[in-house]
């Protein structure tokens, strides 16, 4: 199926046109934008729920939500206070930044601080379409074993931080957080590992802290 | 990004026109052809390893691993004393039916009862690329959460069996088993709901169960 490779090529170099043109937006209007990435259920939208909460005071902040299906996400997001968007993408893998694009139209820009995107859920496709964010993050569930960033690297490759969610649950799986960091570390250097939890807010504090002064150097 | 509909089509077309191949060969050589797919870290590995251990004596096994990189898997299964063959896909994020048809050259087919196909961890590409399989099985685990089959609809509708994974780890977590299984069967009337256990082997005599009576109705 070699034949589809330049049409692959003209459909990421359409996506990374228009994530050029969105990198510019944000930076005219000082948003942040957080793209933030995981496999299903590894606990994107509860961490968006504690941090919309917990920094509510501080910051502006707004959320598009990409499903395949359903507007639960944004119901979630929504009963924060936050403004949502939900984008249901019918069956892709992935959302892309014509849809952000439009999406853009739903909200304020000048009244906003910080724009998480929150992908659909999958370790692989969402990797190779940039959305015109600042920063990508992973979570990575310890539910879902210590092996992942070795068998899915470019999404920790391309990733400013991992996020290690459910840590709550570590006394019950087989997961060697020193292993995994290592391995995510061999793909990516500079990325910042940090274990939490949603569930009971284990180590958000250090969550928050990495948002804030993304912010301030946004500035 | 509509000028992509035409060549998708046409992959997928290509695809099925393998995969209509691919079942004639599993017909003509008797072998029970099962697809076996999740989000990662789900447990398809696992139940494998569970597998292909418990009924060595009962049926002749082989398996098709798939990931993106790593033969991390094609080694826990051939520990087992099954005969295994990786596919990396290198980023790809899903198993198609040249790869299968590609990878068959690996095995004597006369010696075969049953082929797993261990898909991509992904809950979403998999579910498009039949690979000439008799059923599709998805494993979701039960940290994922019970709205999965709601927010991922394709890949429950199409497949025989869920298997709800982890059910050691439901007094932890927040899961609904009833309300997963009403949605799991609103897709699709028909799917068996096993709850299971790999980890300590929970309900998995059903499920051996089920392979048998596949297995049987195959002959």
């Known amino acids: 199926m070699s034949a589809e490779i330049p049409i692959v090529r003209n459909v990421l170099e359409a996506n990374d046109r228009i994530a050029t043109?969105?990198?510019?937006?944000?930076?005219?209007?000082?948003?942040?934008?957080?793209n933030l990435m995981s496999s299903p259920g590894a606990g994107k939208t509860s961490l968006l729920e504690r941090t919309l909460t917990d920094l509510r005071d501080e910051f502006r902040m707004a959320v598009i939500e990409g499903d395949l299906q359903t507007d639960n996400d944004a119901k979630r997001v929504a009963a924060t206070g936050a403004k949502a968007v939900q984008i249901n993408t019918e069956g892709g893998?992935?959302?892309?930044?014509?849809?952000i694009l439009d999406s853009l139209k739903s909200f304020d820009l000048d009244e906003l601080d910080i724009l998480f995107v929150e992908n659909v859920g999958n370790l692989v496709c969402p990797a190779e379409f940039d959305v015109g964010e600042d920063h990508k993050?992973?979570?990575l569930s310890v539910t879902e074993g210590d092996d992942k960033p070795e068998k899915?690297?470019?999404?920790?490759?391309?990733?400013?931080?991992?996020?290690?969610?459910k840590v709550d649950l570590l006394p019950y799986v087989d997961f060697d957080l020193e292993s995994a960091t290592a391995h995510a570390r061999k793909l990516n250097k500079d990325i910042l590992v940090l274990p939490i939890s949603c569930r009971n807010g284990d180590n958000l504090d250090q969550w928050y802290d990495w948002l804030r002064k993304a912010r301030e150097s946004k500035k």
């Open 21 to 34: 043109q969105l990198k510019e937006i944000f930076r005219e209007k000082n948003i942040l934008c957080l």
């Open 93 to 99: 893998c992935h959302l892309d930044s014509g849809q």
């Open 137 to 139: 993050i992973t979570l």
């Open 152 to 165: 899915y690297p470019f999404m920790f490759h391309i990733s400013s931080v991992m996020l290690l969610n």
